[in-house]
Every structure is written in C-alpha cells, then in structure tokens.
C-alpha cells in the first residue's frame, strides 16, 4: 500500500498561499489550514479561550477572542508570544494529527502552515511548497489589508525566515506574482507529478 505523501505549504504573509491552498483543493487535494485551526480554537467556545483568559486577563469574552487586545498584549514581546504559542500549538498539532489519520487513504495533502520551517513543521512532510511573490507585490497585497500598516508589516516579516531563506530550503517554489493563470498551472503540474 503506498503512503500518502504529505505536502508542505508554505510562504511569508501576502505571498497567495491561500489562494494556492485553494488550487489544490479544487484538484481535489485535501488540505489542513493550521491558521483557520487557530481561529476555530479561539473562537465561539473554542478549546484555547480559558488558557488564553488565565494567561491575558481581558483578551476574551463569550464570542471568543478580543483579537485587537490579545495582539496588544503580545506584539513585539517575545516571551508573551512564546506563552501563546505553548497554548495553540499543541491543539493545532492534535488537529493536524486527525486530519492525517482521517485522510490517510488519500495519495497527497497539503498541511498550510505559515511558519512551517521556523517551527520544524517541514520534517513531517516529504515535499516542501514556498509559495513567492516579488516583495513590491507582497507589500501591495499586505498594506491594502484593513488596519495593516508599514509598521505592522515590518513587525510580521521580523518573526518570519526570509523569502529568500524559504526559497532555498524549499522542493517546489510558486510564483504567484506573474498572474492566475501561471500559478494554477504550476499547481497542476505538481499535482499530476505526484
């Protein structure tokens, strides 16, 4: 019986790994969103609200989570972000788990991962996915996100390898500056390489 083959995606914020996410799906490759667990657990009785209240008194309420006042508590201090991730990495890690197991029939999946080499993520994956952009593009994208701005932006790409890093390490690299249509051909080839 062969193995389903895990696929690493990744790349750093405004790049388009969700809309490449979304690619494989609609080849039908099932994919794991680590950022839309994250969401899940914080949200409408989501299973990290009580750890998160208990370690940042006033970031939650019945709806979930205060995002704008969890991200006042631990931007730019490391040691309250480490605190956060010691609270959601081990139930993205169980999620990530049961989703393997539920496809594990399948011939690939994705695991969407933004930080998958700087948390070690790749070493369970037998092929890696750096989705790229230009950094013009990439600034484009980010800075026409509601609330983002220059700073918030420097400060997103502080806690993220490099472009350049990801790229190096990567299998399979996707541009996503040179249109749609390249990028969703690129996609297929890899698909139907698997």
């Known amino acids: 019986m062969s193995r389903t083959i895990i696929i690493g995606l990744t790349g750093s914020?405004?790049?388009g790994?969700?809309?490449?996410?979304g690619m494989f799906r609609k080849l039908g490759v099932p994919v794991f969103d680590a950022d839309?667990?994250?969401?899940?657990?914080?949200?409408?009785g989501g299973r990290a609200l009580a750890a998160i209240e208990a370690a940042f008194p006033g970031t939650t309420h019945a709806g979930?989570?205060?995002r704008e006042k969890l991200g006042a508590a631990v931007f730019g201090d490391h040691r309250k972000l480490r605190v956060l991730e010691q609270i959601l990495h081990p139930l993205v890690a169980e999620a990530q788990s049961a989703f393997l197991g539920a496809h594990r029939l399948k011939p690939a999946v994705v695991l969407d991962v933004p930080l998958l080499f700087e948390k070690d993520g790749w070493r369970r994956c037998h092929l890696t996915v750096v989705v790229s952009a230009p950094f013009r593009v990439q600034r484009a994208?980010?800075?026409a996100r509601p609330g983002m701005t220059p700073e918030k932006f420097a400060g997103i790409l502080k806690g993220q390898?490099?472009?350049r890093e990801k790229?190096?390490?990567a299998d399979v690299?996707?541009?996503t500056g040179r249109g749609r249509r390249h990028s969703w051909l690129a996609v297929k080839r890899l698909v139907a390489s698997l």
């Open 13 to 15: 914020i405004g790049m």
């Open 17 to 21: 790994k969700s809309t490449i996410a």
């Open 173 to 175: 690299v996707i541009e």
């Open 161 to 163: 390898m490099p472009d």
């Open 141 to 143: 994208r980010v800075l």
């Open 36 to 44: 839309a667990e994250v969401r899940r657990v914080q949200g409408p």
């Open 167 to 169: 790229r190096g390490r």
């Open 64 to 66: 979930g989570l205060h």
